[in-house]
């Protein structure tokens, strides 16, 4: 199989949320998927040396190679990526990441996000979460700022759930 014929197999194939990259000509790319956590096959050229794989949602295979062989890699790919979500980033601008989607954050819920963020799919407490304001902040303004991150934070794949009297938990959107 070729690259070339990648494409029908592709759309037939259970794993459409696997990308697919030739390598080494498109290393860089491979870079950025590999950095946002989205799952990703590298076809690799004959004449080609392999890379070097460190990570959960990256593989590759040899080109020429067979249907079945591409198939299995893609499957295997993305049940990997599913036990193995991405952690979203928040970087010193402001720019919240996630699978590849940036949204902007004004500076309060910047710091908000970044305490989420190290603690990903776990509860913060409401106590922890005022603590991001410089005068300890109100619980009226944290679910002011709840409800704008809610909204922020839908286009991009995430969810801010509430765990009554406990606090808040970010995590990926069903």
Known sequence: MTAEDLTDLLW?????????VQWPEHADEAERLDRAGVAHLLLVGADSEPPAIDSCVEDWVRLPTSEDDVRARLVTLRRRAQRHPPVPTVDSYGQLSYRGANVYLPPIEQRLVELFARRFGKIVTS????GVWPDGGAPGSLRVHI????????????????????????????
């Open 127 to 130: 106590h922890e979460l005022l």
């Open 12 to 20: 037939s194939s259970e794993a459409r949320d696997v990308v697919v």
């Open 147 to 174: 409800s704008r991150l809610r909204k922020r934070l839908a286009p991009i794949g995430l969810a801010i759930e509430s765990r009554q009297t406990t606090g808040y938990v970010l995590r990926e959107r069903d």
